[in-house]
């Protein structure tokens, strides 16, 4: 049985004009540092629960830009969320880690151990945000001012955590979280309202409305994933329609654009597979780094 460790200490760093705020757990027996950035609409403590599985390893648990404690507006290019983080690991001298992303979080990544070679030794991506070729060429807005992503009206404002979970518990997708996941989410996926009263969704609803939005910002993604020469394991799930937040969004042919990618595709699991099933998401990683 994995027991939690200590709570993470949480420290800003200067970044892009922003407070970037970083989960840090201290190492227990000084293994490999771990880096992990979430996907949109979350906030890096959806990780403890995997965190807990390597306690030999400092981990580093991002809250990407206007998610979590780092506050920021709306996002029009995901390539400055890669530039956040790889300032971070410049200012931190962090380098040779183990990065584990999942959906945005893994997709930036890959941009940044393109941009930032010494970053990182492996890769772990749990469905990443990177889609065929065709996605990334020229066409009609994904979404506009006046047809935005439906996450635009998701409800903002909660009296408290456990007014959040008791209303999503029992709700698609979450409900297909591992209980400890879930309530990390709701718990830490809160900051004090604007007005004063109540709380209210650290990830606003227009930042991840944006988030999606600006999803072809990047369209140099598949050439930065063919720069990236370290050994990365791309965890796809299931695929269905990618009107299915379930499904994963991930392209089929991305291991082999890798120089040393490696493909694993299990449709047993969602794109939800680290919230569905930390402890298998956990053995992936360990034995993916060698640390099992």
């Not at 010494?118 to 890769?123: I, K, Y």
């Not at 506009?144 to 979970?165: G, L, Q, V, W």
């Not at 990830?203 to 020469?229: M, T």
Request: contains cysteine; aromatic residues 10%.
């Amino acid at each position: 049985m994995t027991t939690a460790r200590p709570a993470p200490v949480t420290r800003l760093h200067p970044v892009n004009g922003i407070d970037l705020a970083v989960h840090e757990w201290a190492s227990e027996g000084g293994g490999v540092p771990l880096v992990f950035a979430h996907a949109t609409g979350f906030h890096g403590r959806v990780w403890d629960t995997i965190i807990a599985h390597f306690p030999a390893h400092p981990a580093y648990a991002l809250d990407l830009r206007g998610h979590g404690r780092s506050r920021a507006g709306p996002i029009t290019d995901w390539r400055l969320l890669a530039s956040d983080v790889a300032e971070f690991l410049e200012q931190s001298s962090l380098s040779g880690a183990v990065g584990i992303g999942h959906s945005m979080g893994a997709h930036t990544l890959l941009q940044v151990a393109a941009d930032r070679p010494e970053a990182f030794a492996r890769l772990v991506l749990f469905d990443p945000v990177i889609l065929a070729p065709e996605f990334y060429g020229e066409g009609e807005p994904l979404y506009t001012a006046d047809n935005p992503h439906p996450a635009i009206r998701r409800k903002r404002d909660f009296p408290s955590a456990e007014a959040m979970i008791e209303r999503f518990a029992a709700r698609d997708p979450y409900d297909l979280f591992d209980p400890r996941v879930f309530e990390d989410y709701c718990r830490h996926g809160l900051v004090p309202a604007a007005s004063g009263e109540g709380l209210e969704l650290a990830c606003a609803p227009e930042v991840e409305a944006s988030v999606y939005a600006s999803s072809r910002s990047n369209g140099a993604i598949l050439e930065a994933a063919r720069r990236v020469d370290i050994p990365v394991l791309v965890v796809r799930a299931q695929m269905t329609s990618l009107n299915d937040f379930k499904s994963s969004p991930t392209w089929p042919e991305l291991a082999n654009v890798l120089p040393q990618g490696t493909d694993l595709y299990r449709p047993d699991m969602t794109h939800f597979h680290p919230f569905q099933d930390p402890a298998d998401a956990a053995r992936i990683i360990g034995d993916f780094a060698g640390f099992t």
